[in-house]
């Protein structure tokens, strides 16, 4: 079964500084791995999505993420935080079930905070 | 070109009652996918449905039941309520059946409360 790791609960950054959100997941076969962000009041939006190729991916609002299978990792990245990005941070990991269906796992959520 | 929607926004039911909560899909999409969050927690799937039928179903009791309906609307109804249904559900469109390639939509979801 798969499962993703989300290490830090709340992360506080400044606004301007670099962003770096952690996530490893766990799964048997080629993952499907998305980064969804949670503001409140509001649905989860996606924010980028790997499949397969080119391991570094681009997203909505400035924001990367990494696919690292040696480290069964996928971190979100931002190279200058701006303070509407404060809201809750989720990676997930999707399996395709044999004969249609499949699911999202997701992580526990990062929370971020933004200094001014 | 309407989101996902989902009613009603709020919701408080006492235990032992049943519920049921609703969601229309984006435009075009032909599945649906419902999830609970309870706080402090990642969203969790409970089942998917396309087409009508359930085609995945999570580690959930068979008090969560749901239905998709022609127009691909889909309604999860949940029986015998207990204080630990209490949550944000979440449900997610997408075209195709294989939403995982494609995006999932998520609406703004159904918080429930049980006294």
């Known amino acids: 079964a798969q499962s993703v790791t989300q290490p830090d609960i709340h992360i506080t950054v400044s606004e301007g500084a670099s962003l770096e959100l952690r996530c490893n997941y766990s799964y048997g076969a080629t993952p499907y791995l998305f980064w969804y962000v949670q503001s409140p009041g509001q649905g989860l939006q996606l924010l980028l999505k790997?499949?397969?190729?080119?391991?570094l991916v681009q997203g909505i609002k400035g924001f990367e993420a990494e696919f690292k299978r040696s480290q069964s990792s996928f971190n979100l990245r931002k190279p200058s935080v701006h303070w509407s990005d404060a809201a809750e941070y989720f990676c997930?990991?999707?399996?395709?079930?044999?004969?249609?269906?499949?699911?999202?796992?997701f992580g526990t959520g990062t929370q971020l905070k933004v200094e001014l | 070109d309407a989101g996902v929607t989902q009613s009603p926004t709020h919701l408080i039911k006492t235990r032992g009652q049943q519920v049921t909560l609703r969601c229309s899909p984006k435009s075009g999409h032909d599945t649906v996918s419902w999830y609970q969050q309870a706080l402090g927690q990642g969203p969790q799937f409970i089942f998917q449905y396309y087409e009508e039928e359930e085609r995945q179903r999570g580690n959930f009791p068979d008090r969560f039941s749901g239905h998709q309906f022609p127009n691909y609307s889909s309604e999860l109804n949940v029986n015998a309520l207990l204080l630990g249904d209490s949550a944000l559900y979440l449900c997610?469109?997408?075209?195709?059946?294989?939403?995982?390639?494609?995006?999932?939509?998520f609406g703004p979801g159904t918080r429930l409360t049980v006294l």
């Open positions: 997610a469109s997408s075209l195709g059946d294989r939403p995982i390639t494609d995006t999932q939509y």
């Open positions: 997930a990991v999707g399996a395709l079930k044999t004969g249609g269906g499949n699911k999202l796992t």
């Open positions: 790997y499949f397969s190729g080119d391991t």
